[in-house]
């Protein structure tokens, strides 16, 4: 019990950083964590700075909640999803930051504009297709857009990231808004110098051995 009071309170702790970050305003945007059985997921329309750890909704893998208790956010179909795709994945973060969104709605993904885009994953930052908030043809197109990256961008919406922790998932979602700002700064400019495929494998290669991980 002191294990999982402590990843609600991570997922407080991560909302209010986002929001002081500028990755979300009100209540858009919303994290989850996998549980065993299930997920825990931010609570619908509470904004971060009275979100309590309690608030935070067990949802079982079938999509079942204490219907008691406060609501799950209207996207846990989304997070639900990528749990059950994606047995490494241990937390999913979701926010409308702002470059991200601005790329999402104009229809466009990352592309290789710098070596750090590798962060999601890939040689890119892909788009994930339209589909109404909330809903079941949404979370497919996350799941199906996510094969493979660690974040996407989503149409007319926002982005998604995740991680083997909450607190990695956030690390992805900060830097792809960063990558998103930057592409948007060399469109104004004429356009991005794009690394090509070979050197971003290659980056993808290192970034494996990057920072403190043990080797094996």
């Known amino acids: 019990m002191g ?8 997922m407080v702790d991560v909302m209010q950083q ?33 979100l309590t750890a309690e608030q935070m909704v067990f949802v079982d893998n079938a999509g079942n909640w204490d219907d008691q208790g406060p609501r799950p956010s209207s996207e846990w179909r989304m997070h639900l999803g990528l749990y059950l795709a994606r047995g490494e994945v241990g937390a999913v973060v979701h926010c409308h930051s702002r470059h991200a969104t601005i790329l999402a709605c104009a229809g466009r993904e990352i592309p290789s504009v710098h070596y750090m885009v590798a962060v999601a994953g890939g040689a890119k930052v892909p788009l994930a297709p339209y589909a109404t908030f909330g809903s079941e043809e949404l979370a497919q197109a996350i799941a199906t857009t996510l094969d493979g990256y660690r974040a996407c961008l989503m149409t007319n919406h926002g982005q998604i990231a995740v991680g083997r922790t ?49 080797q094996g």
């Open 3 to 10: 294990n999982e009071q402590a990843l609600r309170q991570s």
């Open 18 to 50: 986002m929001d002081a970050r500028g990755l979300n305003r009100g209540t858009s945007g919303n994290v989850s964590i996998r549980v065993d059985g299930g997920m825990l997921v931010t609570p619908s329309g509470v904004v971060p700075g009275r």
């Open 166 to 214: 909450i607190h990695q998932a956030l690390a992805v979602a900060d830097e792809v808004e960063e990558q998103a700002a930057v592409y948007c700064g060399t469109l104004t400019i004429g356009g991005p110098l794009l690394l090509d495929d070979a050197e971003m494998a290659r980056i993808g290669q290192a970034f494996m051995r990057y920072g403190q991980q043990k």
